[in-house]
């Protein structure tokens, strides 16, 4: 009797976890407070108070006034968590990852582009963090110049929080976003204490590249979404818990770099040394080494997030792969790849990557609330190919680099010269985003009768 108990005591254990594989259905655990700890987490970022640079400069010359990169801000990072929201909820619904919910949309065999694409984007993001958390611990707490210690601590922490991801957001909503709270409240009221410039001083002229930005950070969770909203007792929880934890720490942890980028830190063109006078910054303060310390802590989990999210996308490749050992291999590959790379224009590189995924997530958001109002949405591993939804895609990405080919060099210049070329002129209230996002969106719409014949 009592080897049955415990046998029960095990599975019910076990269900409490992500499954290891696709093949087996996903427990929905995770309440409403575990999605808002979780997103209110993922919203805090170190990257945040150095990005804001963006929000005052988007284009690297004159700078909006604090008004207009704080409302850019607002409107960007609502704009962005709705769409996080929407993501969220074919997750909820139907208790498939974000990777596998794109069978629907594309087929089996032309989702595996997106998930190449995101499985890219997401290597590169948990590499960039395992370098951003070493460089801030480097600051932190310096040891002989040595470097490697710190990234081999970042990198096995998150691939271990990967093993259990479950388990980790439930240990983020019940201790580390209440620390976080704490440490952040500090860090304004000693940044507050130094006087502000004018509110006004600056332009307007630059609002929608900033707002641009906003709406590209809280876009390069989209992908992610359902992983984690699959597990949502609540269809409710899961669009609540993104909307509101994501929108209001990523608006709290830009303002703060807005601040600190008015009063005690000198803007720079230099990503690494911005980073440095930023950190140096919070560090400074008096106490700040603790506050510092916490953020530098949680941390850890968007490089969890990335990892355990590359997992579930390798899954739609190969649905029998367990994530276990999936996660041991994407962490310690990024752990390694960390070692050798600094930051540079590697965070460019993923905000252009990012980027391809808001226009398809408008094809999405179409076929699946409006098109097939997800009646008959097919995540199977027969779900027939429909490559011509690939059109619109392509279409919306064209229009975002139109307006904003981002900050690489020659890809700029690229779309600079075709835009020319074509005889097309950005005016400065568009926004690459939105206008991507409808021009997707539209096509989709117009080519349904079509995609409809050829089924």
Excluded: K
Aim: proline share 5%; aromatic share 10%; net charge positive.
């Amino acid at each position: 009797m009592s080897t049955v108990v415990e046998q029960d005591t095990r599975n019910r254990r076990s269900a409490a976890e992500a499954p290891h594989t696709l093949a087996e259905p996903a427990p929905r655990t995770l309440s409403l407070l575990d999605q808002l700890g979780l997103w209110g987490n993922l919203g805090v970022s170190l990257l945040g108070p150095v990005g804001a640079i963006y929000l005052l400069a988007p284009t690297g010359g004159a700078q909006l006034s604090l008004v207009a990169a704080f409302v850019a801000l607002v409107v960007g990072t609502l704009l962005g968590s709705l769409l996080i929201g929407l993501a969220a909820v074919p997750g909820a619904r139907t208790g498939a990852p974000s990777m596998v919910l794109l069978r629907g949309l594309l087929g089996v065999r032309a989702s595996y582009l997106p998930t190449v694409l995101n499985v890219l984007q997401l290597v590169g993001w948990t590499i960039f963090e395992i370098v951003v958390i070493t460089s801030a611990a480097q600051q932190l707490l310096p040891w002989h110049g040595a470097r490697w210690p710190y990234v081999v601590a970042a990198g096995t922490l998150a691939t271990l929080m990967a093993l259990r991801p479950l388990g980790a957001v439930r240990v983020l909503r019940r201790y580390a976003l209440g620390a976080v709270l704490v440490a952040t409240a500090y860090l304004y009221v000693q940044l507050l204490r130094n006087p502000l410039p004018s509110l006004t001083r600056g332009s307007w002229g630059d609002f929608w590249l900033a707002a641009d930005f906003a709406i590209a950070v809280a876009v390069s969770w989209v992908p992610l979404a359902s992983d984690y909203s699959r597990h949502s007792r609540t269809v409710r929880s899961a669009f609540l818990g993104a909307v509101g934890g994501y929108a209001v720490t990523q608006v709290a942890y830009y303002a703060l770099g807005l601040i600190a980028l008015s009063t005690v830190v000198s803007a720079s063109a230099d990503a690494g040394v911005l980073q440095h006078d930023v950190f140096a910054a919070f560090i400074a303060v008096p106490v700040g080494w603790l506050a510092f310390g916490v953020l530098v802590l949680r941390e850890l989990d968007q490089c969890f997030a990335d990892t355990y999210s590359t997992v579930v996308s390798v899954q739609n490749l190969r649905p029998l792969l367990d994530r276990r050992l999936l996660a041991v291999v994407v962490g310690g590959l990024a752990t390694l790849a960390a070692l050798t790379l600094d930051i540079g224009d590697y965070y460019n590189s993923l905000v252009l990557l990012g980027s391809v995924f808001v226009p398809m997530f408008a094809v999405f958001v179409v076929d699946y609330y409006l098109l097939r109002r997800s009646g008959s949405w097919d995540v199977s591993e027969h779900a027939p190919s429909r490559w011509l939804m690939i059109l619109p895609w392509a279409l919306g990405f064209a229009a975002y680099q139109l307006v904003n080919p981002g900050y690489i060099g020659w890809w700029r210049d690229r779309w600079t010269g075709l835009a020319d070329a074509v005889g097309f002129a950005p005016a400065t209230w568009m926004s690459a985003s939105l206008l991507s996002f409808m021009v997707a969106a539209a096509a989709t719409v117009a080519l349904a009768p079509l995609e409809r014949r050829t089924r």
